[in-house]
């Protein structure tokens, strides 16, 4: 006869072991990723696989930046923060409008939140015609652009409902004590959505320097983004995996980092708001 | 009189001087987009032919005889097929393990939420790399199992391709709807749970009357998104196969992709394009009646 406890403790136990061996199986895929950038060219091709490298061999990285490959990670970074800032910007004073205003009335609500559903490769190939027309292809101005624009939904989605969460009474007295509406907005309701606002400007990057179709599209080698810089390593000579894998690493592990700092918000996030946390 | 007059004017103005920046964007990728896509399906467009005028409606009437058009919208709805509900269950599963107190669970959860940041076209190669038939790990385990080595062509054998396609999709969107579902389950109420318990409510019995219902808004609101994002699905496949074995397993983002900027069918391209637009737009306004976004 067990006792309660025993049965309790038994359950942790198994609950335990099956944490454990789910993080592995979903965590082993990273792990092998970076491995292989730390690898010697005989180790990627050994067969049977090699577990792991026999030392940290950092060959690899030190030719992406001898050669200038590494810099395509500054490309991310350029635009994926000067849209981030200009998404947010836009987005925010939009969002403050369609929440304490209701303007456009539930039309343009949902018309701004069925943009964030438009497939990218059907928007993409207009623009791309067009950026031949203007001169914008491979430039930071016009993968910008079209980042901010494809993020913009998202933001205004998110920081209306962060808005929402703002107290009126704050507002109305601001406004009593003298305040102007573009006053309020940056001095009362600003402060108080900081923590939506860094959630939502940091889903916005990540999603920018994610993004590989429109980058694919709409770079040449000027701007290229570290994901399209990637995929010109497919298929290509002898060592190409170690540059696959060593590339990703630079690009996956700021990703890594930023996550870590945003735990609290990113069930928010990722449900587009339908889940406060 | 005049100046209250004036000031409700001016704020009246100023809601909307608010939003414009932000929708003149929107217009931008939203409706220009649009009037340039109808505009150039009516041409005749190609890689040799640059006149533009317009030939009438010859590149739709070659939507409907295209089966690899269709094809590919079929791949896409197999794989959406296949991939959401795993990706469901799987999630689900794995809320329950982690839904009461246990030791690192935040780490857990840390830890489990990485693939979502992952780039899609990092993990596309990350899964290129474990499939690879000669140097990957996966051919490897399978083989301890088996007992002797084994040699499987996923990316090139077609009976492979959808289900290396679909782990990768798996792997990298499961943790999406675990933490949502994890959010979901904690906020069930306790009480009621409770009280099935003291009723001797069997497993499936909470499970289905309670449970369920409960974290009913936030896994429609779940599907809608992956829902959505599967039928754009473009890295992965990209990274995977490119759409190969020959056309086997390219979606409808890849096949645009291919008419468009391989083989530069332009005005073609547009027709397609309009017809996906068309497509998940019908697809959007369907699913929008019935779930409200965060109320």
């Known amino acids: ?277 | 009189m005049s100046s209250v007059q004036g000031a409700s004017f001016g704020q009246r103005n100023f809601k909307y001087l608010l939003v414009g920046p932000a929708i003149f964007v929107l217009l931008l990728v939203g409706v220009f987009p649009l009037v340039y896509l109808l505009t150039v399906s009516f041409q005749g467009i190609t890689m040799t032919e640059t006149s533009t005028d317009f030939i009438g409606s010859a590149n739709y009437k070659q939507l409907f005889d295209d089966a690899r058009l269709w094809q590919a919208l079929l791949h896409t709805l197999i794989i959406t097929a296949i991939a959401l509900p795993l990706e469901l269950v799987l999630g689900l599963t794995m809320a329950q393990l982690f839904l009461d107190r246990l030791p690192g669970r935040a780490i857990f959860i840390a830890l489990l939420v990485l693939p979502v940041v992952v780039s899609p076209i990092v993990s596309g190669a990350t899964w290129a790399l474990l499939f690879n038939h000669r140097f990957g790990p996966i051919n490897q385990i399978i083989g301890w199992i088996a007992g002797k080595e084994t040699i499987l062509l996923w990316t090139i054998n077609p009976d492979l391709v959808y289900p290396a396609i679909i782990a990768a999709e798996i792997w990298q969107w499961t943790p999406f709807m675990f933490l949502l579902l994890l959010a979901a389950l904690g906020n069930v109420d306790r009480s009621q749970l409770e009280a099935a318990a003291i009723d001797g409510a069997s497993w499936w019995r909470t499970f289905s009357r309670i449970v369920l219902p409960a974290i009913a808004p936030v896994m429609t609101v779940a599907i809608l998104i992956r829902g959505l994002d599967l039928f754009r699905l473009f890295d992965i496949v990209w990274a995977l196969t490119q759409g190969g074995p020959g056309t086997m397993t390219e979606t409808i983002s890849v096949f645009t992709y291919v008419k468009g900027f391989q083989q530069f069918e332009t005005s073609y391209t547009a027709a397609v394009a309009l017809l996906v637009i068309i497509l998940l737009s019908a697809l959007v306004m369907f699913l929008l009646r019935r779930v409200e976004l965060a109320r």
């Not at chain 1, 910008?144 to 494809?150: C, D, G, N, S, V």
């Not at chain 1, 933001?155 to 007295?173: H, K, Q, T």
């Not at chain 1, 939502?200 to 320097?209: G, R």
Request: hydrophobic share 55%.
């Open chain 1, 1 to 277: 006869m067990s006792t309660l406890a025993q049965r309790r403790g038994l359950r942790l136990g198994l609950r335990l072991t099956a944490a454990v061996l789910l993080t592995l199986v979903f965590m082993f895929p990273i792990y092998w990723l970076f491995m292989i950038s730390f690898k010697t060219a005989s180790e990627i091709y050994a067969f049977p696989p090699r577990w792991y490298p026999s030392s940290f061999n950092f060959d690899t990285y030190h030719v992406l930046f001898r050669d200038g490959d590494a810099a395509t990670v500054g490309n991310s970074l350029v635009v994926a923060f000067f849209s981030t800032a200009l998404a947010m910007f836009l987005g925010f004073i939009c969002a403050y409008s369609l929440a304490r205003f209701s303007t456009g009335g539930k039309h343009l609500a949902n018309w701004i939140v069925s943009q964030r559903m438009i497939p990218p490769i059907a928007v993409v190939f207009p623009i791309f015609l067009l950026y031949v027309w203007f001169g914008l292809v491979d430039t930071y101005i016009g993968v910008i652009l079209l980042y901010t624009a494809f993020n913009l939904p998202y933001v205004i989605w998110m920081m209306r409902s962060y808005i929402l969460d703002v107290p009126r009474a704050l507002e109305e007295s601001a406004l009593v004590d003298g305040c102007t509406r573009w006053e309020v907005i940056w001095k009362v309701v600003l402060p108080m959505c900081r923590a939506g606002l860094a959630a939502t400007a940091i889903f916005t990057f990540v999603f920018a320097w994610n993004d590989f179709i429109f980058a694919l599209v709409l770079t040449r080698t000027e701007v290229a983004t570290y994901t399209v810089q990637i995929t010109h390593y497919f298929g290509g000579q002898s060592n190409f995996w170690a540059k696959i894998s060593a590339m990703s690493v630079l690009g996956t592990v700021p990703i890594f980092v930023v996550t870590a700092f945003m735990q609290r918000y990113f069930v928010r996030g990722i449900s587009l708001g339908a889940i406060k946390g």
